[in-house]
């Protein structure tokens, strides 16, 4: 494999300013908003630890739902402004169940604030969200959403959900950079930030971008912005709209498919059993009792086969096959649920891995007719 030029990677011409707004009402096209959008110049973790503090005061009550890490750290951020914060959380790595969002919601005398992760890339949950935003929306919370993982793979109205404020990440489904993220913030929202006591300056506050860049009129960025990145995040989106946001989410969609049915056909059941509550990020499949997974996840490497392993206090008992971006293709999920195979097989557990090779290929040639 060639070494890249050092100079194209170190020598990297300025991000011209007058290209911000133009990427930034890209992005909002790809999520059907009419939001203001805010670049964030970090990875994600930051952007929703900005939310969480520039919505976060004294007297106000949250419902968090939490089904991974991400959630526990959202909900740790909004205490520590000072919310009232009730947790919702699933059984472990699993999605959470709607009715216990309605008892939480429905014990509430008010509710200023529902906050969810959207699909985790952490163990392949997908929460529903738009029934979840439709209850918060009833009792006119402001309806806060961790999309970092599902933009691109998962279909993400933003307005016609009537989401306030969506935290975004363009390294998963949108092939894009990890330095970079993004937030759409609501009128309603920025009413509600507006009302929070000021913390400025703070890169964590959403009101400082918002008076620095978008009152502004949109021209460079404050600070300095990485122009890596941001040609990075262009390219993308290039990408993105040469391909189409519809058939990226469908080629996301049918890699998680086709991923199902081959764990099955090795006679595995996936780890999300509810095909409707899975994410198209990742596919989670169960570590076998007695299986390490560590040494489960060093056999499948043997094979040329990299799994992820689980995240969080299920980080021992699942591995993840990455379909997200240019992996949501034939050839990355074959290899993912045969390697997957090999190594249990290998490890003495009983599958058929060629039924598993035959059901990705046939899930794809369904896709195709």
């Keep these: 494999m060639p070494m890249p030029s050092y100079n194209a990677l170190l020598d990297v011409p300025n991000y011209p300013a007058d290209r911000y707004a133009s990427l930034a009402d890209r992005l909002k096209r790809l999520l059907a908003t009419e939001a203001d959008l805010l670049f964030i110049q970090a ?14 005061r004294p007297g106000l009550t949250a419902i968090n739902i939490i089904t991974s890490p991400y959630g526990t750290y959202f909900s740790a951020w909004l205490r520590r402004g000072g919310v009232t914060v009730h947790d919702v959380v699933a059984e472990p790595g699993q999605p959470i169940e709607l009715v216990a969002v309605k008892a939480a919601i429905n014990d509430l005398p008010s509710l200023d604030i529902l906050a969810v992760v959207h699909g985790e890339a952490a163990n392949g949950a997908l929460n529903p969200i738009a029934e979840i935003a439709a209850l918060a929306r009833a009792r006119d919370a402001l309806v806060v959403v961790d999309a970092v993982a599902s933009v691109g793979a998962h279909p993400l109205a933003i307005d016609s959900l009537g989401v306030d404020i969506v935290a975004i990440g363009p390294q998963k489904a949108l092939g894009g950079p990890v330095g970079l993220s993004a937030v759409t913030v609501s009128e309603r929202a920025w009413a509600h930030i507006a009302a929070t006591p000021r913390f400025s300056p703070s ?25 890596l990145d941001f040609w990075a995040l262009e390219a993308a989106v290039d990408r993105v709209e040469a391909e189409g946001i519809d058939r990226l989410v469908a080629r996301h969609q049918l890699a998680a498919r086709a991923s199902r049915a081959g764990l099955r056909a090795l006679g595995i059941e996936p780890w999300i059993r509810d095909d409707h509550a899975a994410s198209a990020l990742v ?26 392993r689980g995240f969080g206090d299920i980080k021992d008992r699942l591995v993840r096959f990455d379909h997200t971006g240019a992996r949501a293709a034939f050839a990355s999920v074959i290899a993912s649920v045969v390697g997957y195979g090999a190594a249990l097989g290998k490890l003495g557990i009983t599958v058929d891995v060629g039924a598993a090779a035959e059901a990705v290929a046939l899930t794809y040639a369904l896709a195709i007719l």
Excluded: C, M, Q, Y
């Design 43 to 56: 990875e994600a973790i930051l952007a929703l630890e900005a939310v969480a503090a520039s919505i976060a």
């Design 203 to 227: 890169i964590l506050s959403l009101l400082d971008l918002k008076e620095n860049w978008l009152d502004r009129g949109r021209g460079v960025l404050p600070g300095t912005p990485p122009p």
């Design 283 to 308: 596919t989670a499949a169960p570590v076998p009792e007695g299986i390490d997974a560590e040494v489960l996840i060093a056999t499948a490497a043997e094979f040329g086969i990299a799994l992820g």
